[in-house]
């Protein structure tokens, strides 16, 4: 909350120094340090209080029985999203791949160019590789 660091602490002190001055300054931070401890323990006798009136009161049960009720209510429905997901694109894949295997293709009938090996080299030689393998 408050964040003090080694320049305000400075500040701080020599504020103190001047306004309370150095004869009754060891009082005072006596009894600002008492003060403090004396919040520090009130706090941690409302935290402990709090803790055994929350414990008397059935806190644990109750939470126990909201966690029973929150898993009643969640409902099965047996939906795996991956499951559905892979049997759309099957379903999906099989009416695509159904006309495709019906279409006849004649191969005899597709256009064939005679073009010869060299003529192939000379039009473009960054292919010849692939021209050879493609004749052998």
């Known amino acids: ?3 003090f660091d080694a320049g305000k602490l400075i500040i701080i002190a020599i504020a103190a ?10 009082r005072v931070m006596r009894q600002a340090g008492q003060a403090l401890a004396k919040l520090r323990r ?9 803790m055994t009136a929350m414990n008397e009161a059935g806190a644990e049960d109750l939470k126990a029985d909201v966690n029973k ?3 009643s209510a969640k409902i099965d429905l047996g939906f795996d999203p991956l499951q559905t997901a892979n049997s759309e694109i ?3 894949m099989r009416q695509v791949e159904a006309p495709v295997k019906t279409v006849p293709v004649e191969v ?3 256009p064939v160019a005679a073009v010869s090996a060299p003529e ?6 960054e292919t010849a590789p692939v021209a050879r393998a493609a004749n052998e």
């Open 1 to 3: 909350m408050f964040e």
């Open 17 to 26: 120094l001047i306004f309370i001055g150095p004869k009754d300054l060891p």
């Open 42 to 50: 009130m706090g941690a006798e409302f935290q402990a209080q709090f």
């Open 69 to 71: 009720l929150t898993e």
């Open 90 to 92: 099957a379903s999906v």
């Open 108 to 110: 005899a009938a597709l």
């Open 120 to 125: 192939i080299n000379e039009a473009a030689p």
